[in-house]
């Protein structure tokens, strides 16, 4: 039986990577995307995730719309990273995938009463935070959740704190002690996710629309790497949760009690994995290692089924 996944994202060129991987995964059934303001706006996160699953031919997936701000209140970021519109600024058509009428949170509930699910986060965790609050004891009724979020080791929002957890740390550190299992994809794990210039002329060379879309996302995100990184390998952090799902196998991880820096004038979004023996066994676990070749066949195998 395919997993039940409902997607919280932020899209975002890597969220539409992991979106499309998933929607082309058997091993998942994409019940709903729920959108939060991150990497763009919240109505432009939202529009994003439909114009993702018109690409994807997938109208029978909900989209609702989430936060369109922090607990408390969002920082200010300058942004550009994915675009001014979040995917790169390619040209599209206005979706027909409409937003439904309930937020995400509701939609989120909704799934987790429904039957068996796991919400896989790939931005600021703002919703799951409102999930929580407005429904106390919901974390004991969701099936897992897998988090793309936090750095063991050095962030890149700031020196100290991952994007994802420094855009709403209120919202991680209450997501992060809620009692649902966890795992978390830290950037010392998603920069060893990346695709190179050899996968974009593979996109291309499938002669497809999500290929040739794909490719034109990731150009300008090709871009931003070399100017921040100094090279053009494309890393697939949000990618990383849904691989993790596809294939449990693929990546190795550890057992940590894990937490968030909420105060702090130069830590504020750090994450803490306390990796000592006591934790071996917590249903919170995080990424540690995957093989990127193993990763990237993955990635063109499930791409290149779409027609
Ligand atoms: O730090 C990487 C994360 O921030 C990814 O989810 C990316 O989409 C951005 O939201
Ligand atoms: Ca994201």
Known sequence: MPRRVVIDTDPGVDDAVAILLALASPELEVVALTTVAGNVALDKTTLNARRLLELAGRPDVIVAAGMA?????????????????????????EPSVPVHPDDAVEVLR?????????????????????????????????ERVVIMGGASFMGNVTPAAEFNIWADPEAAREVFAARWPMAIMPLDLTHQAFLNDDDLAYLRSLRTEVGRRCADMLEPYAAFHERWYANRDIIMHDATAI??????????????????????????????????????????RVGVRLDNDRFRALVRERLATYR
Not at 76 to 90: F, I, K, M, R, T
Not at 114 to 125: E, H, K, N, R, Y
Not at 245 to 268: F, N, Q
């Open 243 to 284: 691989y993790e799902l596809i294939d449990p196998t693929a990546i190795t991880s550890e057992g940590v009690a894990a937490t968030v820096e909420t105060g702090g004038e130069y830590s504020r979004g750090a994450t803490w994995f306390d990796r000592r023996p006591a934790h071996r066994a917590s249903p919170v």
């Open 69 to 93: 701000e922090a607990l408390a209140g969002s920082p200010a970021h300058e942004g550009g990273v994915h675009g001014e519109d979040g995917l790169g600024d390619l040209d599209w058509d």
């Open 110 to 142: 909704a799934a987790i009463e429904a039957g068996p699910l796991t919400v896989v986060a790939i931005g600021p965790l703002t919703n799951l935070a409102v999930l929580l609050r407005r429904y106390p004891g919901v974390d004991e009724r969701v």
